[in-house]
């Protein structure tokens, strides 16, 4: 958010907010060498956001089949082999994404809105995951506490980025 303040970044047509930020940073720079790095930094994000998006689908089958040990879900989720369960739980978000589709009637705005905000849920649930892995292995791995701090570093900026996203977006349907 300071770079768009600091270089004044305004809406421009069929540019995304990044895209007009990237190119006001690099307007000084070496036509070729600005191009190239708009382009990869774009590239970066692009696969940051897919691979963001495909956390949800492979891991939330997993949380499924944890849910229904815990009777959250239906208990059948629990007994199937990861395989089933896997293959079950993308078919069911799949669906659900599907009828969130048509509910929704594609609106990218509101879909934005959830997919940033399920993007910071399954990052800051992992989070504290790994730093309780961290804590309890602390006593038979070696460099456990660089491995904790990052992972405690990344829960508290994911979380702090989840309240904030969830907050400034809540009349928009976060």
């Known amino acids: 958010m300071p770079g768009y303040i600091v270089f004044r970044v305004q809406h421009v047509?069929?540019?995304?907010?990044?895209?007009?930020?990237?190119?006001?940073?690099?307007?000084?720079?070496?036509?070729?060498?600005?191009?190239?790095?708009?382009?990869?930094?774009?590239?970066?994000?692009?696969?940051?956001?897919?691979?963001?998006?495909?956390?949800?689908?492979?891991?939330?089958?997993?949380?499924?089949?944890?849910?229904a040990l815990d009777r959250w879900v239906p208990s059948r989720f629990s007994v199937l082999s990861d395989r089933l369960v896997t293959h079950n739980?993308?078919?069911?978000?799949?669906?659900?994404?599907?009828?969130?589709?048509?509910?929704?009637?594609?609106?990218?705005?509101?879909?934005?809105?959830?997919?940033?905000?399920n993007v910071f849920v399954t990052f800051f649930l992992s989070q504290p995951g790994m730093v309780r892995h961290w804590w309890q292995s602390r006593f038979t791995v070696k460099d456990w506490f660089p491995k904790l701090t990052v992972n405690g570093i990344g829960m508290v900026l994911t979380a702090f980025i989840l309240l904030s996203v969830s907050i400034i977006k809540f009349h928009e349907g976060g």
């Open 13 to 67: 047509p069929g540019k995304t907010l990044n895209a007009a930020l990237f190119h006001e940073m690099t307007r000084s720079w070496n036509t070729h060498v600005g191009y190239g790095f708009i382009l990869l930094t774009l590239i970066s994000e692009a696969v940051l956001l897919f691979v963001a998006s495909q956390t949800g689908f492979l891991d939330g089958p997993r949380v499924l089949s944890n849910m």
């Open 89 to 117: 739980g993308i078919l069911i978000m799949g669906c659900l994404s599907l009828v969130l589709m048509i509910l929704t009637r594609g609106s990218a705005r509101f879909l934005i809105v959830l997919y940033s905000i």
